[in-house]
């Protein structure tokens, strides 16, 4: 298990609002969509399903946000991703009512289970029915608390950060392909990763086969205007990073009006379009700076 140390000091304990949007859209050359996202909130008694688009406090409840990409023959891959978002609703919320029973266990065990599990659940599937053979996927999972983000990370799609501090963005995961080792060792810059042919050609994922996983694991203190972004390589496909955080820092996205997820899916697509594309936006903010209440907005679910 890869553990990155947190990025900040703990940040004050003021109480932070979240603000969040996702898309997703199966793009121009793909028949059906493998891409599969999720928004959960929950506490020691109920777990909620999110809509698209939502805001709400962190102060009592903690949030999960997670995007996934499908491999397989057939339907295998949507039913791939489907499986490895959903099994956060059952991992996650149970080891916040542990905690709350003073059973407590460090993020990166939680999510190292959680990973190990959702891996155990493909390969079982894959190896039990035909259709389902060599049916696998990726997951970038980011776990919000008060002041902090934990985040797993197996597979090629990806989470980004865009720091409030110094306005920069962040690559928070690396790709699990020998494209983003040569681009991370300095021997392939970010267009020719880009178009290199074995850019999709995954090293680790959930099922395909692995026998056991090592996400890669880690946190990032959060304050009031951090953005994190979690988006399937689709999303990247279309958009260089500069565009992406030009985008997100635009006054348009700025201003909080409508799905920014969906924008960035649409500037995506009218790049390249050639695979599913998905983004999950999340930005935080303070309870201090809310000039009047908002009702929580819900559009139908957050998976597809």
């Known amino acids: 298990m890869k553990k990155a140390a947190p ?21 121009h050359v793909r028949a059906n969509n493998e891409d599969a996202f999720l928004g959960l909130q929950f506490d020691g008694r109920e777990v909620r399903h999110l809509g698209r688009l939502g805001e709400a406090s962190l102060a009592n409840q903690d949030f ?8 397989g023959g057939a339907a295998a891959g949507e039913y791939a991703s489907r499986i490895a978002v959903e099994k956060i ?5 149970r080891s916040f009512q542990q905690t709350a029973a003073g059973m407590t266990a460090g993020f990166g065990d939680v999510l190292s289970e959680l990973f190990t599990q959702t891996n155990r659940a493909l390969t079982y599937l894959g190896s039990s029915y035909e259709e389902c053979r060599g049916m696998g996927a990726t997951l970038s999972l980011c776990w919000f608390t008060p002041g902090w983000m934990y985040f797993g990370h197996i597979g090629d799609s990806r989470i980004y950060y ?23 060792m300095g021997q392939l810059n970010e267009r020719e990763a880009r178009t290199h042919p074995r850019r999709h050609l995954l090293q680790k994922a959930l099922g395909a086969g692995s026998q056991f996983v090592d996400p890669q694991v880690g946190a990032v203190g959060c304050e009031p205007g951090d953005i994190f972004l979690l988006c399937t390589d689709g999303l990247t496909d279309g958009l260089y990073d500069q565009q992406l955080l030009e985008l997100l820092r635009s006054s348009e996205m700025a201003a909080g009006d409508g799905n920014a997820a969906q924008r960035l899916v649409d500037a995506s697509l009218a790049s390249s379009g050639r695979d599913n594309t998905t983004a999950l936006v999340v930005r935080i903010g303070s309870a201090a700076e809310k000039s009047a209440p908002k009702k929580l907005r819900q559009q139908n679910g957050g998976k597809k």
């Open 64 to 71: 999960a946000f997670a995007v996934s990409d499908g491999m």
């Open 89 to 93: 609703t059952q991992l996650l919320p």
């Open 7 to 27: 990025s900040k000091t703990p940040p004050p304990a003021a109480p932070q609002l979240l603000n969040w949007s996702g898309w997703t859209d199966r793009g």
């Open 162 to 184: 865009l720091s409030a501090r110094d306005g920069s963005i962040k690559l928070v995961t690396q790709d699990d392909t020998h494209v983003g080792w040569l681009q991370r």
